[in-house]
Each structure stands twice: as C-alpha cells, then as structure tokens.
C-alpha cells in the first residue's frame, strides 16, 4: 500500500499510473506532486516508481477570490 494525500491507496507502477487512477491526467495543469515530502518534476512522473510504503501528496492550485 501507498499513502496518498494522507489515505491508504493500491500500489501504483509510476506516479502517472498513480495520477490516472485517481482521475488526474498526467498533463493536467496546476498539479504538483512530492513524494515522501520531495516534490517530484512533472518531466519524471512516467519514470518514477511508487514502492510499496512510499507516502504521496497530489495537490491541484485553484482560482479563487
């Protein structure tokens, strides 16, 4: 298991497969994610594998007033 955004998740192959699951495009925009507290470049989503234990936060700007 994976913990995402604070909540258990299957094990994922990469952060993009992780990202899709999750209903998140890999080109969505305003999306960052850090990886046991790193931020991880968007250029390195598709290679980075997701060990079992490995703590994920996906976090999206929004606009607002």
Do not use: C
């Not at 094990?11 to 990202?19: F, P, R």
């Not at 890999?26 to 931020?39: I, N, S």
């Amino acid at each position: 298991m994976i913990l995402v955004n604070g909540s258990e998740q299957p094990d994922a192959e990469t952060v993009a497969a992780l990202l899709e699951r999750l209903g998140i495009g890999a080109q969505a925009r305003g999306v960052a994610v850090a990886l046991d507290g790193v931020v991880l470049p968007r250029s390195q989503w598709r290679s980075s594998p997701l060990p079992p234990g490995t703590r994920v936060e996906v976090v999206s700007a929004i606009q607002g007033g």
